[in-house]
């Protein structure tokens, strides 16, 4: 008589590289998992521990230990396809694992510990928005993995958030506007004169976000319908736009055009370095030139953001201005968004008011 083969609970799945555990989970039901191993062995012991986890789910009520790197990785790893912030929850997560101790068991989160990360923020000078931001990730992190990953943590994020002093956003007068673009004329390098003048240009012309303009490629800009494409994939919110090309877009972009075909006439990129160091190199940020040149101007600080909050407002106090129109410009999904933009200098609050009809005097 043949002896009975062991089960052994692992097996190999079509299209996958590692083994796959198969076992019952607390509820009794047939659950089956990745054992993230190409080793049968470690495989095995694997499905022995997720089925030992779960044993004591179910009789000792015991949540088996999951520590903060486990938490940060699974989410991170599993979210890095399906959203687009998955960079910025990576910067968002690097203060939060340097304030708590490696090897933070998760399962021991307090109340007190999120209270200590605030203080440990708020001392350090951080705003409460930005210290919301941060919290809302471990946040997001918790849910997810209860969720998704038949986690039974604690989430002691969940009202702790703080309240928020709501800014307007800077936006320049005009009168500044045209100070930081004879600053960005004057830039002391001749490879920052190339571009700055031309971004602050395009920033101010077009409503598009400085990440948007730097990374425009050519293929992407025509001359003859006087658009620019962005695709799903370029914008934030998700959604194609056509943006229409004024007089000052087209010659800045002409003049760029001009730059690219004298040093590197293949490159796909608007905004390409010509500094020697990064030659051909697409330029991904502006920052610091930009506020070199904010410096120089003499005006308040503001970023290049601030182009894009600028071009908005301006456009709405055109006369005959159509809100509607200008929001699918922006790209904004709802009205609510691009109101949010508009910024009111307080002569235009005077005219507001200057034309009403006199109904009745006293």
Same mark, same amino acid.
């Given at each position: ?50 089925? !030992? ?34 960079? !910025? ?23 007190e510990s999120i209270a200590g990360y605030i203080h440990h923020r708020q001392d350090a000078g951080v705003s409460n928005k930005t ?31 703080l309240g928020e002093v709501n800014e307007e956003a800077r936006c320049l007068s005009v009168d500044e506007y045209r100070k930081l ?16 003048a031309d971004f602050i240009v395009l920033g101010f012309n077009t409503m598009m976000r400085p990440g948007e303009m730097l990374n ?46 004298? +040093? ?8 390409? +370095? ?26 308040? +600080? ?40 508009? +910024? ?19």
């Amino acid at each position: 008589m043949h002896k009975r083969k062991k089960k052994e609970g692992v097996r190999r799945r079509k299209g996958s590289r590692y083994w796959w555990a198969s076992y019952s989970d607390a509820s009794g039901k047939r659950v089956e998992k990745s054992t993230g191993t190409t080793n049968k062995r470690e495989a095995i012991a694997v499905r022995n521990k997720m089925q !030992t986890e779960e044993w004591n789910k179910k009789v000792h009520g015991v949540e088996p230990d999951r520590s903060f790197e486990q938490l940060a990785v699974l989410y991170l790893r599993g979210t890095a396809d399906v959203k687009r912030s998955n960079s !910025t929850d990576v910067k968002r997560f690097k203060p939060l694992a340097l304030y708590f101790p490696e090897g933070l068991l998760m399962n021991t989160l307090k109340v007190e510990s999120i209270a200590g990360y605030i203080h440990h923020r708020q001392d350090a000078g951080v705003s409460n928005k930005t210290i919301n931001k941060e919290l809302s990730v471990l946040s997001s992190a918790i849910k997810y993995c209860n969720r998704k990953l038949g986690w039974n943590l604690p989430n002691p994020v969940v009202g702790q958030r703080l309240g928020e002093v709501n800014e307007e956003a800077r936006c320049l007068s005009v009168d500044e506007y045209r100070k930081l673009l004879t600053s960005a004329k004057q830039a002391q390098s001749s490879h920052t004169r190339n571009y700055l003048a031309d971004f602050i240009v395009l920033g101010f012309n077009t409503m598009m976000r400085p990440g948007e303009m730097l990374n425009l490629e050519w293929n992407r800009v025509s001359f003859d319908r006087r658009t620019v494409e962005l695709r799903v994939e370029d914008t934030k919110g998700k959604a194609r736009r056509l943006i229409p090309l004024n007089d000052e877009a087209m010659a800045a972009l002409l003049r760029l055009r001009r730059v690219a075909d004298a +040093h590197f006439p293949d490159t796909p990129w608007v905004f390409t +370095h010509t500094k020697p160091r990064y030659f051909g190199k697409q330029i991904q940020r502006v920052t610091k030139v930009f506020t070199t040149a904010v410096e120089r101007a003499e005006i308040p +600080h503001a970023t290049p953001h601030a182009l894009r909050h600028t071009s908005i407002t301006e456009s709405v106090h055109l006369p005959n201005a159509n809100v509607v129109d200008i929001s699918k410009v922006a790209g904004h999904k709802n009205l609510k968004t691009t109101l949010g933009y508009i +910024h009111t200098a307080d002569e235009r609050l005077h005219d507001a008011v200057a034309d009403l009809p006199k109904i009745a005097t006293i």
